[in-house]
């Protein structure tokens, strides 16, 4: 039987990690891979635990799946809350149940430090995702999510010259 745990992932993952991203957001239609930017989000949350929490799923020390969630406050709650940015599980793992262990994961962890909410966003025309998540509670909100896109500093530079 194989050797399965769920842990804070460390900073000798993230090559790893920055590698799942890709595979994400490839399969994504708002997203592109860009290893340099999943890196470098990965950092930000790693540098500050009160952002939130990188989780991976190993297999027999194997990394097979990870996830991160982001801490937030809700007014609306009245509390902290999480937005699950990212879940995703090596394409050759998928179908064995160890997306629904990282979920459970992070909806027992939210249980345990009190958050109020989790928010996720899934690709509409995706409806595999949405059924998974609806099965593990989660339902379709009547809000639109929209997004403003800014340039970094150095790409505002960059344009203006």
């Known amino acids: 039987m194989s050797d399965v745990a769920i842990e804070p992932a460390i900073s000798e993952d993230l090559d790893e990690l920055s590698s799942l991203l890709g595979e994400l957001f490839s399969e994504e239609s708002d997203f592109r891979p860009d290893k340099?930017?999943?890196?470098?989000?990965?950092?930000l949350i790693f540098e500050q635990p009160n952002r939130g929490r990188v989780f991976v799923l190993r297999r027999d020390r194997s990394i097979v799946g990870m996830m991160n969630l982001l801490f937030t406050i809700s007014t609306a709650e009245g509390g902290f809350v999480i937005l699950l940015e990212d879940l995703v599980v090596h394409k050759e793992y998928r179908g064995h149940g160890?997306?629904?262990?990282l979920l459970d994961y992070a909806i027992e962890f939210a249980r345990q430090k009190n958050f109020r909410r989790i928010t996720l966003l899934t690709d509409r025309p995706e409806l595999?995702?949405?059924s998974f998540f609806r099965k593990h509670g989660?339902?379709?909100s009547p809000m639109l999510p929209m997004r403003l896109l800014l340039p970094a500093q150095s790409e505002q530079r960059d344009a203006a010259l």
């Open 36 to 43: 340099e930017k999943q890196l470098r989000g990965l950092r």
């Open 138 to 140: 989660f339902y379709e």
């Open 98 to 101: 160890y997306g629904s262990m």
């Open 128 to 130: 595999r995702s949405q």
